[in-house]
């Protein structure tokens, strides 16, 4: 079992910046790849970026391609999302997940964090 525990959510202006944080509990945090993932009210959850166990693979939605970075701390067991150029659009509840192995850019994770509410405004 994995908790996820997400932190950085907040209200922003377009242009402005953000960096959301998960911190997870376990031992074996460099085993698991992470994933983050929005959801808009009335739509569907999306994939936004993830990141391979060792840090050293990255995927992002186009949508987010120039402006968002996934990387992690494995000594802090954190995973982090920098969140560059906020569009209205990007307004969401952000979550994080876990899954044993490989990246993928699906929703095929096995453990999810709560969530956080990011709002962008005009």
């Known amino acids: 079992q994995v908790q996820l525990v997400e932190s950085g959510g907040a209200s922003v202006q377009a242009g402005g910046s953000l960096r959301l944080s998960c911190a997870a509990s376990g031992r074996t945090f460099s085993l698991y790849a992470m994933g983050w993932f929005r959801q808009a009210p009335g739509k569907e959850r999306e994939f936004v970026a993830a990141n391979s166990g060792s840090g050293g693979r990255a995927y992002y939605a186009d949508s987010v391609k120039g402006r968002f970075t996934v990387s992690r701390d494995n000594a802090k067991n954190t995973v982090y999302l920098q969140m560059n150029s906020l569009k209205p659009e990007d307004t969401a509840v952000y979550h994080c997940?876990?899954?044993?192995?490989?990246?993928?850019?699906?929703?095929?994770?096995?453990?999810w964090g709560q969530g956080t509410q990011v709002t962008v405004s005009s």
């Open positions: 997940a876990a899954r044993r192995g490989g990246v993928v850019t699906t929703l095929e994770y096995d453990y």
